[in-house]
Every structure is written in structure tokens, then in C-alpha cells.
């Protein structure tokens, strides 16, 4: 049975590639949405932010001679683009689903709100937040932490291509340790990479709990939701 009534999933944009080096892979994507209309099925109320890492990213947009804020407007578009393909696989998978956008662009999605947001999982959808922030300078991580605070969800679920936090990285240091559960103030203390330090520091202000866990795995979405020990949790 679900431990969780309502939860905040961050999704990598890298992850929707696949084994591709670009783009949208749609055996990813329905994986995806298979496990999350499963887990929707048994009344657990969801909002997604996903990154849009796999089309365009801000920083990198800079380094080939974008201005800062310009690209950081693209790499919003491009949440845009991965989270529309995620409504369709949903619906595809039978489930219930609708974007919700940070940035004003109807007929694409209806602007986001808390109270909007609210409204459509009472009513089993599953509501997915395009556009990051809106703002220039924040990235999809800080969004998750904003929306997840926002819509008063229990946890964030931050669905990625690695199994959990190490004390270093697992693919450079074969003697890397994993941890099962780690503190806010020990992730600072040994400078562990989970989330950006804004997401993580809005996490740990407002008490809401990170589960890092491998999403490419199919039926590990239903496990953390079970309560099952998998990935890492951070909590304060």
C-alpha cells in the first residue's frame, strides 16, 4: 500500500534519451509513464517537473555565445516539449494527465497555480509543471523544490539514472559506499552533489524529504512509494 498521499517527482530531461544522444526515446517514456499511472491508479496524488536537458540547457547554451537569460528561456521551452510527451505517454497508458505551464502559453497548458494544481490531482490527474521557475537563473531542480513546498507534497521524488547517493562517485571510485539514509546537514558537511544548493536548501528549510532512486528501473517507482528501502532518502 502507498505510504505517500501526494508526491512531487523530478524527472531528468537526460533520461528521456535513452540510449540516444539526443531527443525523446518513447520506450523511456512509456516506461515512465506506465510506472506513474500505476502508482496514480491506486489514488496517490502526483505533480511532475521534468528537466529539458535532452533538447537544450541553459549553461551550456552560454557557453556557445548565448546570452544567460536567453537560453535559459530556450532550455524553459524545452521542459515545455518533454512534459507535453509525457501527457500523451500517460494518456496512452490510461491515465489522467494535464501541463500546467509557469509562463503564460495557452492553448499549450493553463497558467501553473497552487490552487489549480490542488484542484486537478482531487480530481485524479496527474499534473505535470512546464517552464521551471519561469525565471531565468533557477534551474528544474530548484522548480521541483518549489513546486513540491508549493503543493504541500510529503516527499520529492527525484527519479534519475543512478540508484542513490555515494560518498563519492560510483563510476570513478569502485570503493564508493552507498547510503541508505543521509542528513540534510551531512550532505553539506561532505559537499555531496544531490540537487542544486538552492533545491536543497528550500528542501531542508521547509522540511520536505528528497528519495534518490533509480527511475530507469521498471517498478522501482512503486517500491519508494511502498515505502520500500531503495535509492537514498535525505531528511533533516
Do not use: H, W
Request: aromatic residues 6%.
Amino acid at each position: 500500500m502507498p505510504i505517500y498521499k501526494r508526491i512531487l517527482l523530478k524527472l531528468s530531461g537526460e533520461s528521456l534519451m535513452g540510449t540516444q544522444k539526443y531527443g525523446l526515446s518513447t520506450e523511456v517514456l512509456g516506461s515512465y509513464a506506465e510506472q506513474i499511472a500505476a502508482i496514480a491508479a491506486e489514488g496517490v496524488q502526483i505533480g511532475i517537473v521534468i528537466g529539458g536537458g535532452n533538447i537544450f540547457r541553459g549553461l551550456t547554451g552560454v557557453g556557445r555565445g548565448f546570452d544567460r537569460v536567453k537560453g535559459d528561456q530556450m532550455g524553459m521551452l524545452a521542459t515545455v516539449i518533454n512534459s507535453l510527451a509525457l501527457q500523451g505517454a500517460l494518456e496512452s497508458a490510461g491515465a489522467k494527465a494535464q501541463v500546467l505551464t509557469s509562463i503564460r502559453m495557452e492553448p499549450v497548458g493553463e497558467l501553473y497555480s497552487k490552487a489549480k494544481a490542488l484542484e486537478l490531482m482531487e480530481e485524479g490527474r496527474i499534473v505535470i509543471v512546464a517552464g521551471g521557475t519561469g525565471n531565468p537563473y533557477f534551474t528544474t531542480d530548484t522548480a521541483s523544490a518549489l513546486r513540491g513546498v508549493e503543493i504541500e507534497a510529503e516527499v520529492l521524488l527525484k527519479g534519475t539514472r543512478v540508484d542513490g547517493i555515494y560518498t563519492a562517485d560510483p563510476e570513478k571510485d569502485p570503493t564508493a559506499e552507498k547510503f541508505s539514509q543521509i542528513t540534510f546537514d551531512e550532505v553539506y558537511r561532505r559537499q555531496l552533489k544531490v540537487m542544486d544548493l538552492t533545491a536543497f536548501t528550500m528542501c531542508k528549510q521547509n522540511d520536505l524529504p528528497i528519495v534518490v532512486f533509480d527511475m530507469d528501473t521498471p517498478g522501482n517507482l512503486r517500491k519508494v512509494i511502498d515505502g520500500e528501502q531503495i535509492g537514498t532518502v535525505v531528511r533533516n
